[in-house]
């Protein structure tokens, strides 16, 4: 097996990650890509000086490109995951990378998909409902007690024998 020096960085800038009802993960609205080759150690170094405007406030992500986007790892300078990167990278020799504001979307959406949460509270609702779907109200009166049936009885009235 090779160990690449120099390891190629696809950086993905201009997009962030948003989870799916289905629990997909894609990154949306990066169609900014930006290819840097370099050491690993030195990343950070040359991604700050190639790109130090489209650093500001945003979180940096790194995967391998064949993991599935919802396989993505946390990336920091001091942090262990770096030295995870250097070590997977040094053995691949391609690494995908993605700046994420951390702040708020660039273009916020509303999407209208169900969250988890509702689907599940109107699946329990669903059992607690009283009607009876084969019950006519139109058959029954709501107040009928059944006066016109039967035996009429007549009523006490004063003064009268």
């Known amino acids: 097996m090779t160990s690449y020096t120099e390891v190629v960085f696809h950086v993905y ?4 990650w948003v989870k ?15 290819s840097i080759t ?5 990343f950070f170094t040359v991604m700050s000086t190639e790109m130090s405007e489209e650093l500001d406030g945003q979180k940096i992500w790194y995967k391998l490109p064949f993991e599935e986007a919802k396989q993505q ?10 030295k995870n990167m250097c070590e997977t990278g040094k053995w691949v020799g391609f690494l995908d990378v993605y700046l994420v504001n951390s702040i708020e979307h660039p273009h916020d ?16 609702m669903a059992s607690f409902v009283d009607e009876d779907p084969n019950f006519d109200y139109n058959d029954t009166p709501p107040n ?5 049936r039967g035996e009429q009885f007549v009523r006490f009235r004063m003064g009268i024998q």
């Open 13 to 16: 800038h201009g997009g962030y």
């Open 20 to 34: 799916h009802y289905t629990g997909d993960l894609s990154y949306l609205d990066g169609h900014e890509m930006k």
């Open 38 to 42: 370099c050491k690993l150690e030195e």
């Open 73 to 82: 790892k946390s990336l920091s300078n001091v942090d262990i995951s770096f």
């Open 109 to 124: 959406m509303d999407v209208n998909d169900p969250f988890e949460e509702e689907i599940r509270v109107e699946r329990n």
């Open 144 to 148: 009928s007690n059944d006066e016109d």
